[in-house]
């Protein structure tokens, strides 16, 4: 299962590209509306959220969280505690936590990325505490994964791809989709 946390002011994009990716790819993708059941992108557009954050139930079955980025979305996801909670208990079970654009910045903001590479939107560079910056447009270290912005939200995808299945199914879903 793979949650995507959904706040007003999220990059609409960077949510439902890499939903879709890792739909095609097989996942069960399940999005999470932190601000309400109906979450308002950046652009303004609403977007129903499969459940909101008070029906939440990460268990072993949770296989990775991804966090888009966008402003204030990105804010609102911080200063969210089912936020905070999903990402401690995925770092303590060793599950897959992905942020793309300003997201990675909470990641820096908790000091989960001291010492590995990663990637944000380039005026959050000095949040990611520690982090060795890449520039990449998504770059995987360990269980941590990061995107650069709107603009890379398909290479975001199929790292999410790469890191759950492989190499090869998200080339095959690339392929598919006619990307490569």
Avoid: W
Wanted: glycine residues 10%.
């Amino acid at each position: 299962m793979v949650y995507i946390f959904l706040a007003d002011g999220f990059e609409i994009v960077e949510a439902l590209a890499p939903a879709d990716i890792l739909t095609r790819a097989g996942s069960k993708v399940v999005t999470v509306g932190v601000t309400g059941k109906v979450v308002t992108a950046s652009c303004g557009i609403p977007v129903v959220a499969d459940i909101t954050a008070s029906a939440l139930k990460l268990d072993d079955k949770t296989d990775m969280i991804v966090l888009p980025g966008g402003m204030p979305g990105t804010n609102n996801l911080e200063a969210d505690n089912t936020v905070q909670s999903a990402i401690d208990f995925a770092v303590s079970k060793g599950i897959y936590v992905a942020a793309i654009c300003a997201a990675p910045k909470i990641l820096g903001h908790k000091g989960l990325l001291k010492g590995r590479k990663a990637t944000c939107f380039p005026s959050f560079e000095s949040e990611l505490e520690g982090a060795e910056l890449t520039g990449l447009q998504a770059v995987t270290d360990g269980k941590f994964i990061t995107g650069k912005g709107a603009g890379a939200a398909l290479d975001f995808g199929f790292e999410l791809v790469k890191a759950l299945y492989s190499a090869e199914k998200a080339a095959e879903v690339a392929a598919k989709m006619q990307c490569r």
